[in-house]
RNA sequence: GCCCAAGUAGCUCAGUCGGUAGAGCACUCCCUUGGUAAGGGAGAGGUCGCCAGUUCAAUUCUGGUCGUGGGCACCA
């Protein structure tokens, strides 16, 4: 007798092994027709798994939210099972489950162009009505390799014979397309109805520049058609609220061919970085941070001390003059610590925090530019803290307070914590990486953070922790940051006299909240899609006259609000009031004052606020308490 | 750097199966002085990314190149 426990607490006995799809069955034939797979005692199954003992069962249906995976994967497979009908000679590879949906990578001579899309989409859904049964296959290692060799999939071959030999290797088979796979799966092509073939790309196998570029499909699938619908809907939505489209829509900034990856900025958008700088400016005071300024060229030796020479001088623009070669420095540290090295520091001063606005430059690959999200020339808010090793953690998690506060501030509160650790090249003996890595990990539990760990994704010198924000479509953004080096002061001499009048080297921790101030603005920008609150909107407010007789009225409100601090502009020009609120209103300025004859009689103003809102009339002495609140 | 796609007016885009291009918005001028998301008229504006090749003729075809977009790789 086998006992079967549902989720409901409820029991069901069969007297020989049953199959999940049979128990769903003997609960309902409905149940049963749209049983997708189950989980038994924790574990994914197919519905045509056998259930040999007593366990717990659920159930998953097309309903729920677990069944989301699984459809994905098996629509992954239907593609590979379209695209080897469409052309039989291209080669499989591997075809995971991502976010929103999936991809499929696929050796062939010829790239896929667009138009292929389309045209595989069309044959997965052709594939899909056979309702052609997904079934679940189990060989030896070895038979499965000898499988796949002859039917010439060396891809498959390859990541078979990475396994262990003495190990079973499941197979999903559905017509005559087989695929190497773990599952589980749908148990019929049925079940996968809305999906959609997105974009083509180029990918390498395993992931390495030096192996073969594959070509990668990305879809998207979902348990119902409505919920596809509203994912487009999103992106749509999404790609409304790009940084690029928002940037020229509010003139806040270009690039341009002649300096590819550098950003002109326009008056709007310079205003905005103004006021972005300024209020880190003043956190740094508040934190009790010492802001300093370095040479933006400095001597090859200095970066060949420093150890990146070494590691990135491909990256690096350089520069010779006077038989001396330079470069454009792609980052601020040794600079900081060459401030730290003049004179004689004691144990008493540390920590020692200095910060700059520190314009870098490098030779980023021309594939990994996009917008100002990654630049070949960007502006750190770049801290260093040198202190001693009792002082790491209070140092970083005091930075983590400080940076919390930040993205609070500019409204950011979805961020991802990483920490990084050893990556294969590096420099440092493993008990310093022990060291180090532990102490970051100590600070972030203290802080009750979770995170995730980034297997040797540390810096070459030191682990680090760092913070992501999202951009519009979900692709993820490092902004923050904080790393360890226990390296760098002992390669550049960094030295300070201790309790006992010994030189020791001190702990530097590299910082930075925005990260990249261009990349952070472009966060924002997406973030409150152009919407800025008022104290960063870069025209708060803008006044606007009915007709021309109240045109000398609107200049003395505009001096007014310009006297009480505020960025405001003034359209005096001869158009009616309803195309002035339409433009300002695309120009997405916080407030516009409305003056007809009505208000130059009694001085004041109506205000119109950003969403439409008729605020009404103010006297022009009183117009910014309606801003109170909304932080001036 | 690699794979794919598209580079046309300030912006968003159409178009030319090879005969030097068009719309809307924006801009300039004129009329209109109008009360909460586009009043009307006229005008100006383009070496069709750049360099070659084929051709009587190239924005259109071919090759290269530069920058962009989507991915991959990279990210001190």
Redesign the pocket.
């Known amino acids: 007798m086998i006992n079967i426990k549902l989720p409901d607490g409820a029991v069901r006995s069969f007297g020989d092994p049953i199959s999940i799809h049979n128990v769903a069955k003997n609960i309902s034939t409905s149940l049963a027709k749209n049983t997708i797979s189950g989980i038994v005692n924790g574990e994914y199954k197919d519905a045509s798994f056998i259930i040999e003992e007593d366990c717990e069962l659920k159930i998953i249906t097309i309903k729920d939210g677990e069944a989301l995976d699984i459809i994905r994967h098996s629509t992954a497979h239907l593609l590979a099972m379209a695209v080897k009908e469409l052309y039989p000679d291209i080669q499989v590879t591997i075809g995971p489950v991502i976010e929103h949906g999936f ?1 499929y990578d696929f050796s062939c001579e ?6 292929d899309l389309a045209l595989i989409e069309k044959k997965m859904h052709e594939l899909a009505k056979q309702n052609i049964a997904v079934n679940r296959k189990e060989m030896s290692r070895d038979d499965a390799i000898k499988y796949f060799a002859s039917i010439n999939e060396k891809y498959k071959v390859e990541i078979i014979s990475s396994i262990p030999s003495d190990n079973t290797i499941s197979l999903y088979e559905q017509g005559d397309f087989v695929d190497l796979c773990r599952g589980p799966h749908v148990p019929n092509t049925s079940f996968l109805k809305a999906f959609k073939l ?7 196998w395993r ?4 192996n073969e ?4 499909i ?1 879809g998207t699938a979902w348990l119902n058609q409505a919920d596809l619908d509203n994912y487009i809907n999103m992106l749509i939505e999404a790609e409304k609220r ?1 940084h ?2 928002i940037a ?2 509010l003139s806040l900034f ?5 300096a ?2 550098m950003v002109f900025w326009h008056p709007n958008g310079w205003q905005l970085w103004q006021i972005i700088e300024q209020y880190i400016r003043e956190m740094y005071i508040k934190h009790g941070y010492l802001e300093v300024r370095t040479p933006q060229l400095v001597d090859r030796v200095l ?1 060949e001390r ?1 150890g ?1 020479w070494d ?6 623009f350089s520069i010779e003059t006077d038989d001396r070669q330079y470069a454009i420095k ?2 601020n ?1 040794p600079c900081h610590v060459q401030i730290f090295k003049q004179g004689l520091t004691s144990y008493r001063q540390l920590p020692i925090r200095l910060a700059e606005f520190g314009s ?1 430059h ?10 100002i ?2 630049t ?1 020339n960007f502006t750190q808010d770049d801290g260093h803290i040198f202190c001693t090793e009792d002082q790491i953690q209070m140092e970083v998690m005091n930075f983590i307070d400080m940076l919390f506060e930040v993205y609070a501030k500019f409204g950011l509160t979805q961020i991802a914590v990483k920490l ?1 650790t050893r ?1 294969k ?1 590096r420099i440092g003996s493993d008990d310093i990486w022990d060291k180090a890595e532990q102490s970051l990990a100590n600070a972030l539990n203290e802080k009750k953070l979770a995170f995730e760990i980034m297997q040797g ?5 030191g682990p ?1 922790i ?1 913070f992501e924000v999202k951009d519009c ?3 993820s953004w ?1 902004t923050g ?1 904080v ?1 360890l080096d226990f390296s760098m002061p002992v390669r550049l001499g960094a030295e300070y006299v201790s309790e006992d009048g010994s030189k020791k080297h001190p702990v530097m921790l ?1 910082r930075a909240i925005c990260g990249s101030l261009e990349r952070f603005i472009g966060i924002l920008i997406e973030h409150h899609a152009g919407k800025f609150p008022l104290w960063l909107a870069p025209v708060q407010v803008s006044i606007l ?6 045109a000398k009225y609107a200049m003395e409100v505009q001096k007014h609000l310009h006297d009480m601090g505020y960025r405001c502009k003034i359209d005096t ?7 002035k ?3 300002w ?2 120009q997405k300025v916080p407030f ?1 004052l ?8 009694n001085q004041s ?4 606020r ?3 809102v ?1 605020l009404g ?1 103010f006297k022009v002495t009183d117009v910014h308490k309606t801003f109170i609140g909304e932080v001036p």
């Not at 103003?605 to 119109?608: A, D, H, K, L, P």
């Open positions: 991809y010829k790239p896929f162009i667009d138009a997105m974009k083509l790309a180029g990918a390498y992931g390495d520049a030096t570029m594959l070509q990668r990305y790009d690029r489209k020229k829509q270009h690039l341009q061919d002649e590819p990856g970066w420093s990146h590691k990135f001088r491909n990256d690096m792609p980052m540290c870098c490098r030779n980023e690959a021309s594939g990994a530019l996009h917008g999200m990654r070949r990084s990556p090249e994704e540390g810096a070459f010198y680090k760092e479509i979900g692709r490092t940051s790393q590299h006259n009915i007709s021309e007789k109240q020009s001869n158009e009616k009031i309803g195309y609120i339409r433009h209103t695309l516009l409305i003056i007809g004859d009505n208000e130059m009689a103003v109506t205000i119109r950003l969403d439409g008729d009339v």
